[in-house]
């Protein structure tokens, strides 16, 4: 791993540990060329994953642009990182149980929005215009509605 500071590669690791949901390990690292610590994570490497989108298209999985999806519906929310890397996680996990390498976008936005609903509500109706491509304020109204209507009842 290439230091941050001085970019040297040469570096040990201090310390390991893997993360609650076990799909990540932290490492602190401290470079041996200028003393600076820095923190690295290994992810399993998910290989083969297709997603095959509305129009019927296909794309290789990309896990950075769901996390990316699920902070841009979480931003300025009371969601840290590690709540969505946990969500992430879980979507991967289920998703990768249900189907084996092709899996419809539509199964990664349901399986999405059904944590971000248990997480923080506000993120999920972000997530939800987005995903379902609100284009009036009576969807954001009906989809707002529907929350307080129906008892959270997704696994």
């Not at 201090?14 to 990540?24: C, L, Q, V």
């Not at 991967?92 to 999405?112: C, K, N």
Request: net charge neutral; glycine share 4%.
């Amino acid at each position: 791993m290439r230091c941050p500071k001085c970019t040297s590669i040469e570096d040990k690791v201090i310390d390991s540990r893997i993360s609650k949901e076990g799909g990540s390990i932290r490492r602190r690292r401290e470079c041996l060329e200028c003393g600076n610590r820095f923190t690295t994570t290994e992810l399993l490497v998910r290989e083969g994953l297709v997603v095959i989108k509305r129009d019927g298209r296909r794309e290789d999985f990309d896990r950075e642009k769901l996390v990316r999806a699920a902070r841009a519906a979480c931003h300025k929310r009371p969601v840290d990182n590690e709540q969505i890397g946990m969500l992430i996680e879980d979507v991967i996990d289920i998703l990768e149980a249900q189907y084996d390498t092709e899996i419809p976008s539509h199964a990664i936005g349901d399986a999405v929005m059904q944590r971000l609903r248990k997480i923080d509500e506000v993120a999920y109706v972000r997530f939800a215009s987005v995903y379902k491509e609100f284009r009036d304020v009576s969807e954001f109204m009906h989809e707002i509605n529907a929350l307080d209507k129906k008892p959270d009842s997704h696994a």
